[in-house]
């Protein structure tokens, strides 16, 4: 039996982060955190052209997380991150920063200096994914996860890029806390592809360009598609080139509590998290 499509989410509007992200919110944990886990939130920036800019770079400046994993993939454009704990770098397209937050960073995110002075197209996802209760609190890690490391595997006519999980045999460099995949996904025009999506896993289809029908229904850009929980894989049709991002993970079971940049279990959670960050505990940038 293969998945079934439950709904289509989306959002027409959006929204700015700081001055440098424009994204809408695909899904977030404000709906059915079960229908989700292990993911929390989908951003995705999409395309946008920012002009050459020879000032402070945009972005988004220093703000803490508690609790989870934020996933930033880079299409078009660079963005440069920087934490407290010695995280950071420059990423560019194809390239992924895997920031586990755990027990708190403070980290600020903004377009790289090259980039912002020379200006051009940008399109990025950030991507936030759940800890499970009894890694919440793990001291927080940092993946750079560059476009060569990451396995380009030809299937049916298309490619699918493995930044996490596993596809026919090839394993992804992230290093993830519960089982998950996380798939970079090309359909040629006319493609016709089977994705091999476990069971157990909840299952989402997020298409960036072009579009795909399945199960009678049709997703378009900047749509995603949700897949049950049952059954193993899916069928996309694609009429034109396509590009996807496939999210699949075994849900976490625990009670999801968020608030603002901290995701944790309870409420108590959330205001010992608070207490911790406006009492220094997280400690401070670098200058
Ligand atoms: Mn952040």
Redesign the pocket.
Known sequence: MTKSLVEIMGADRSHWVGDGFRVRTLFSYDGDTDAISPFLLLDYGDPHFFEPNTGSPRG?GQ?P?RGFE?VTIVYDGEVSHRDNHGGGGTIGPGDVQWMTAGSGVI?E?FHSKAYSEKGGPFRMIQLWVNLPKKNKMDPPRYQAILDAEIPAIGFDGGTARIIAGEFEGNKGPASTFSPMNIWDVKIPEAGDVSLDLPEGHNAMVVVLSGYVETDGKRISAARIGRFSVEGSGVNLKAAKDTRLLVLTGEPLGDPVVGHG?FVMTSVDEIRQAFVDFQSGRFGSMPE
């Open positions: 988004v703000h997380h934020t980290h995110e940049p």
